[in-house]
């Protein structure tokens, strides 16, 4: 074999981000329609694409893992996930990557092996990463995420999940060590927070199990004030938040690393999704996305 593809796709997490990387839950959805397409074949150019942080270090790990010439491969990507926005661009690029690298080995790829992977390019990436994206763009349902392992999630909601990108890039380094700084500042509002944070994400999964999408919005309203406490969110991230609120969502908050990036909104029922795109784009918005929770589970 001389060319070996993998895929991938982006994520949004529902609720949970950055209090996740402190040991509480989080929930993530895929975004199938955001894709990254990899394929590796041997080394021909000695020219190495330009790629994002990580995915080098996962393949090269790979390749030594299965004791293959680590100097042996090219790797071409094709990233319809934008970086820097908290969709997960840079564990969609490892994860594809190495998907493809094991094809083109002929070499099988169980979800663990896959995994560990990815994080070691996380690593690179973000510095300490809690490993909710590399699950979530390797899953094919919603997650529910703790502990470093995921399980599917239930989902009955007529809902829709609108992404809208604030065009602000951001760093989710930055953003990690903001919320660790933060943190160590107070053992008693760490402990607040953390405890809240695992409360609400905990009432999230009972709302999305029970198609209440009054208490889903809720659930995403509470989880962005205490995001916007610890200091990640950002002016135009508020920006669209409150225009989503305004144009009827459920619930809006930043996803991901926040400090720019994307937001998220609940449309419910599922057909007020188109509505919300336009309000959301009118207020500035450069980019948005739907995610059908119906079809997402
Ligand atoms: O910004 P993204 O897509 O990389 O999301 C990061 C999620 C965090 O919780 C902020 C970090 C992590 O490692 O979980």
Do not use: Y
């Not at 493809?100 to 300490?128: I, K, M, N, S, Y």
């Not at 999630?153 to 060590?177: F, K, N, Y």
């Not at 809240?196 to 309203?221: F, I, Q, S, Y």
Request: glycine share 12%.
């Amino acid at each position: 074999k001389s060319l070996g593809i993998g895929s991938a796709h982006g994520k949004v997490i529902l609720v949970g981000e950055h209090t996740v990387v402190h040991g509480t839950p989080a929930i993530a959805f895929p975004v199938p329609g955001l894709r990254v397409s990899a394929s590796v074949r041997r080394h021909v150019t000695g020219q190495k694409g330009v790629q994002p942080r990580g995915v080098e270090t996962a393949v090269a790990g790979a390749l030594r893992r299965w004791n293959r010439d680590i100097e042996g491969v090219d790797v071409a990507l094709h990233c319809g996930v934008p970086p820097g926005r908290g969709l997960g661009a840079s564990a969609a690029c490892a994860t594809a990557a190495v998907r493809a690298a094991a094809d083109l080995h002929r070499v099988p790829l169980d979800a663990r092996t896959l995994h560990e992977l990815v994080q070691e390019g996380e690593h690179v990436a973000h510095g300490r990463a809690s490993g909710v994206d590399a699950r979530a763009v390797a899953a094919d349902t919603p997650i529910w995420f703790a502990g470093g392992t995921a399980r599917p999630l239930a989902v009955e909601m007529d809902a829709s999940l609108v992404i809208a990108d604030t065009g602000v890039t951001a760093s989710t380094c930055d953003a990690v060590r903001r919320v660790r700084t933060h943190l160590a500042a107070s053992p008693a509002d760490r402990e607040r927070t953390l405890g809240r944070a695992a409360v609400l994400v905990e009432a999230a999964a009972d709302d999305l199990a029970a198609g209440d999408a009054t208490g889903l919005g809720l659930r995403m309203r509470d989880f962005h004030e205490l995001l916007a406490a610890l200091g990640v969110s950002a002016p135009a991230v508020d920006r669209l938040v409150a225009a989503a609120l305004a144009a009827g969502a459920a619930g809006a908050k930043l996803t991901g690393g926040g400090l720019g990036g994307c937001v998220l909104a609940l449309a419910a029922p599922a057909r007020d999704a188109a509505g919300l795109r336009a309000a959301l784009e009118r207020a500035g918005a450069v980019r948005t996305w739907s995610v059908p929770l119906g079809a997402a589970s």
